[in-house]
């Protein structure tokens, strides 16, 4: 069991173990034993890579965390005609990235409740000079032109932040694929979002 995984191999099965079991189990419920054995190695290798549980759970929330992508999505969607079609090239992205882990969410309530956000407020920090460069290169965008940017980001967070709910699955809330599309709908016809 313990000659497991090697440098960074071993640091990124700490990672995926790490992040299965806060996922799954939460983080009060996962213990570093626990972690070690997942990933195949001694616990006390754990503490060659993170300080403590605290540090291991920062290290997973920054790893699976999309905000390095989005930036660069936000540019890459304004290089469209029009914004009809800019935001939903960007919502797709989001929603595609969403699916691609949904236990990501799991973590993101672990960070909320938790940590009170201590691990988000530090990530927007850090995205900031970025996302404000991908903003500079959006002002130039035809389709961003005659829209404000903080306009495009407020969509974005309500698709977040509606997006939540419908995952899991709470009776009063829109799927996320017909979300998604109510969204589209209402941005190509100047309609308030539902």
């Avoid at 790490?18 to 799954?24: D, I, M, N, S, V």
């Avoid at 990933?39 to 993170?50: L, Q």
Wanted: hydrophobic fraction near 50%; charged fraction near 15%.
């Amino acid at each position: 069991m313990h000659a497991g995984p090697r440098g960074p191999e071993r640091r990124a099965a700490l990672l995926q173990a790490a992040y299965r079991l806060f996922t799954r189990q939460g983080y009060h419920g996962t213990s570093m034993r626990q972690i070690a054995r997942q990933a195949g190695v001694a616990p006390a290798t754990i503490y060659h890579y993170f300080a403590d549980k605290r540090a291991l759970f920062a290290a997973v929330y920054e790893h699976h965390h999309p905000y390095r992508a989005v930036a660069q999505w936000l540019v890459e969607a304004a290089q469209e005609a029009d914004m009809h079609r800019c935001l939903q090239r960007l919502l797709q992205r989001l929603h595609a990235a969403l699916n691609q882990q949904p236990e990501f969410l799991n973590l993101v309530f672990i960070e909320w409740v938790e940590f009170q956000g201590r691990h988000a407020r530090a990530r927007w920090e850090a995205f900031l000079p970025q996302w404000r460069a991908a903003l500079a290169q959006c002002r130039a965008s035809p389709a961003l032109q005659a829209q404000a940017p903080a306009l495009l980001w407020g969509l974005i967070g309500v698709f977040i932040m509606s997006y939540l709910p419908g995952r899991l699955a709470l009776p009063h809330a829109l799927p996320p694929e017909r979300l998604l599309r109510a969204m589209l709908q209402a941005a190509a016809s100047g309609d308030a979002i539902p």
